[in-house]
């Protein structure tokens, strides 16, 4: 790494421990999903909030038997629009920390792969529909968003 690149790595807020790169498409998506300072950023920010928000809507509205029986292929086929939305995001994230598994061992880390994990579950394991209401977990996700945990 150049004396550029450190100094510029040093001076960036950092995201705990996970590890920032030096340049590159992956710098560009690290400073897109973890540095809400930019416009990017913000951008990211508040769609990934919004696509929370609407996935919360969608399981509750499932969580009424009226609403399933009128609308179950459609908030079935949104639920699994967030899943791999949330999917991709979770891969992003993965793959743009220099120590990827720090973050997957990390509070949100895991928040994040517990709210995708059981929609993939229920379609192996027909028994695990039971899980399924884990996926409000991707409300916690709104905290980091707002910045609301230290």
């Known amino acids: 790494?150049?004396?550029?690149a450190k100094i510029t790595a040093a001076k960036m807020p950092r995201a705990p421990d996970f590890g920032i790169p030096a340049a590159g498409w992956r710098r560009r998506l690290y400073t897109i999903i973890f540095e809400s300072d930019t416009v990017a950023g913000k951008r990211f920010d508040l769609l990934l909030l919004a696509a929370i928000v609407m996935s919360i809507g969608v399981v509750a509205l499932d969580s009424v038997a009226v609403m399933t029986e009128r609308y179950g292929t459609v908030l079935n086929t949104l639920e699994w629009f967030f899943t791999l939305v949330f999917l991709l995001e979770?891969?992003?994230?993965?793959?743009?920390?220099?120590?990827?598994?720090r973050y997957a061992r990390s509070f949100f880390g895991i928040i994040d792969l517990l709210s995708v994990v059981p929609s993939f579950l229920a379609l192996f394991f027909p028994g695990a529909h039971a899980f399924l209401d884990i996926r409000i977990l991707r409300l916690l996700r709104i905290f980091r968003i707002l910045k609301m945990v230290a």
Do not use: D, K
């Open 90 to 101: 979770y891969l992003a994230r993965l793959v743009c920390v220099q120590r990827p598994v």
């Open 1 to 4: 790494m150049s004396n550029a």
